[in-house]
């Protein structure tokens, strides 16, 4: 109670409103309370920004495919991309201002390096250039839109009502939840997903605000959308234990193509970095997806709609407007169309990325899925191998499932989603051993999600490991030193003891190059303690002859505050210098670097 008066004596003056509206909360509302509370006013908002997104692209893409493109021309597949990357790139240039950021990934570096502080604009980001992306071809999805918007949202929010660290990371879980909840109609998957990929702990404090989240958005969804599902199926085809060989085969050719989509997805994703110029970006990837949509028209999109064909056992109708106008009457070109979907998805969703286009890879991901699935359970079926066929409706869906453990590594996510869009547990074992094989396989040779492979790389990830979690969380900035005082490696002795030792309270002294300031050594008071009350030798010894080499030394470029633990835990020294560029910085002390950790393991735990 006393932590929230301090904060309110803090809020500016021109909130008088706001301010005895927070006050008369804490009188009588408890902060148990209020969280439930701001958990279903999440929930809300984000299932109504999944509605937004959601009913805002399908009103583009109806106006554009089954307008322009049925009654003129094929050809404006080849333009609509091009045309949309455009409008993106204006809207964020003259009405937004500031660049919207891909929505999981910008979410979970908020969270490790923002403390959960996600900026306003984000609120309305996504919203007006994700159903752009989306609607005019970008081959992308709309969950990551729809969890960017929610986090957004219940970012702040928190910080309108004044809400501790480890509050506003609960609360942006729960707007992922009940963003994911609001466009599956799968409240319990959701709940999973923000624990998986959002590393939250599953506690009772966490699991009330979740499941309250996660059901206000599906209630809501309702509410718009009534019984619509994206992905309406009935299990028909039962599992039988003759079966499981089949489904750990699906599940090896599910971790081998998420390490095929984790590799391209990084490769283009690279090579659009290269490109120096925004417009550059968007030329190159506008008329790249241009072509691909004009040849391969399924890849318009999220692909939803193909995705129910393969389910319902009508791949022609998924295939019917292939380029070439191939006989779909002939099962292997229909198995060679699928896998020429599933190699070419990767490459449009990353290409629009790449250009600028705003959206998620969740679709992508069911997508390529569904298409790879399909294909391995028709290669079984009509191989000539195997006696008895399986289900190429089950396959699909179960393939779902192993693409999105091995590429979203979300293991958990992958199986109770789908298990929940079928609605029942019929495929649970079938979908638990092709999900954990493909989990396990894609680990290996990738450690990092699509999500999270460039905060990763940086050592920015939050993870259910919680030391590492509190070490990413601290700003390196805030333990640096800086009352040292040097000298230069051709100072005498002297003017060490005059000009250093006399004048600094501290017992070491950094020793610097007179021109560059660089680091060259440093002195310990210990060094020339036997020597620096001998004035005949003032004059005789310099700098750089009594300086040592410092144990470890802290580079403010590239180490990480778990790498910067390390090196103090390896050298068992108590201060290390700290340089930036090259130069001097200042000191970290182990004794402040402790301080900062006690502080932030309070912050988040409390």
């Not at 919680?466 to 005082?485: G, Q, R, Y």
Request: hydrophobic share 50%; proline share 4%.
């Amino acid at each position: 109670m006393q932590d929230f008066f301090i904060r309110f004596k803090t809020m500016p003056r021109k909130h008088p409103i706001l301010k005895k509206i927070l006050i008369w909360r804490t009188k009588h509302i408890s902060d148990k309370q209020f969280v439930f509370f701001l958990s279903v006013l999440v929930g809300i908002t984000s299932g109504i920004g999944a509605v937004i997104l959601k009913n805002l692209t399908h009103f583009i893409q109806h106006l554009l495919e089954g307008n322009l493109v049925r009654y003129y021309h094929h050809a404006f597949y080849f333009l609509f991309p091009l045309i949309g990357f455009i409008l993106v790139y204006l809207i964020i240039k003259y009405i937004i201002r500031s660049k919207v950021s891909h929505g999981i990934p910008s979410t979970l570096y908020a969270i490790a390096k923002r403390k959960g502080v996600i900026k306003r604009y984000q609120m309305f980001g996504s919203i007006l250039t994700a159903p752009i992306t989306v609607g005019f071809g970008g081959s992308v999805g709309l969950e990551g839109p729809s969890v960017a918007t929610g986090a957004a949202i219940s970012s702040n929010i928190s910080r309108l009502f004044r809400m501790n660290q480890k509050t506003k990371m609960l609360l942006i879980g729960c707007a992922a939840a009940g963003a994911l909840s609001s466009i599956f109609k799968a409240p319990i998957a959701a709940i999973i997903f923000a624990i998986e990929v959002f590393s939250l702990d599953l506690t009772m404090v966490s699991m009330m605000p979740l499941l309250l989240a996660s059901l206000s958005a599906i209630i809501t969804s309702y509410f718009f959308f009534g019984d619509d599902v994206l992905l309406p199926f009935r299990i028909e085809d039962h599992f039988t234990i003759s079966d499981v060989p089949f489904y750990a085969f699906l599940g090896v050719c599910a971790a081998f193509t998420s390490i095929y989509f984790n590799q391209v997805y990084e490769k283009v994703q690279d090579f659009f970095d290269r490109l120096d110029s925004p417009i550059k970006k968007l030329l190159v990837g506008g008329v790249a997806i241009g072509v691909l949509v004009f040849f391969i028209p399924p890849l318009y999109g999220e692909g939803f709609e193909t995705m129910n064909n393969l389910i319902a056992g009508n791949p022609q109708k998924a295939l019917e407007a292939n380029f070439f106008n191939l006989d779909l009457s002939n099962i292997w070109v229909v198995i060679a169309l699928l896998a020429g979907l599933v190699f070419f998805k990767v490459f449009a969703s990353a290409i629009t990325f790449g250009a600028g286009g705003v959206g998620g890879i969740f679709a992508p991901t069911l997508f390529m899925g569904s298409l790879m699935g399909n294909c391995v359970a028709k290669i079984i079926n009509n191989c000539g191998l195997f006696r008895a066929p399986v289900s190429e409706s089950n396959f699909t869906l179960v393939g779902m499932a192993g693409i999105l453990a091995g590429v979203l590594q979300a293991p958990l996510t992958a199986i109770f989603l789908i298990a929940e869009l079928t609605g029942g547990y019929d495929l649970f074992i079938p979908l638990m051993i092709t999900a954990a094989i493909s989990f396990g396989i894609t680990r290996i040779f990738s450690p990092h999600s699509v999500y999270t492979m460039e905060l990763g790389r940086k050592g920015d990830l939050i993870t259910h490991d919680k030391d590492h979690a509190i070490l990413t969380l601290m700003d390196i900035h805030k333990v640096i030193e800086t009352n040292f005082i040097s000298v230069t490696t051709k100072m005498n002795l002297g003017e060490i003891v005059n000009t250093a030792v006399v004048k600094s309270n501290r017992n070491i002294f950094p020793v610097l190059d007179e021109t560059k300031q660089q680091l060259k050594g440093v002195i310990l008071l210990d060094d020339i303690r036997s020597i620096m009350f001998d004035q005949k030798l003032y004059n005789e010894v310099l700098a750089m002859e009594v300086m040592q080499k410092p144990p470890a030394i802290i580079n403010l470029d590239k180490d990480k505050m778990t790498v910067i633990m390390k090196k103090f835990q390896e050298s068992n020294a108590w201060n290390l210098p700290v340089v930036k560029n090259g130069k001097y910085v200042g000191f970290i002390s182990k004794s402040k670097l402790l301080t900062a950790y006690r502080r932030e393991l309070i912050n988040i735990t409390s």
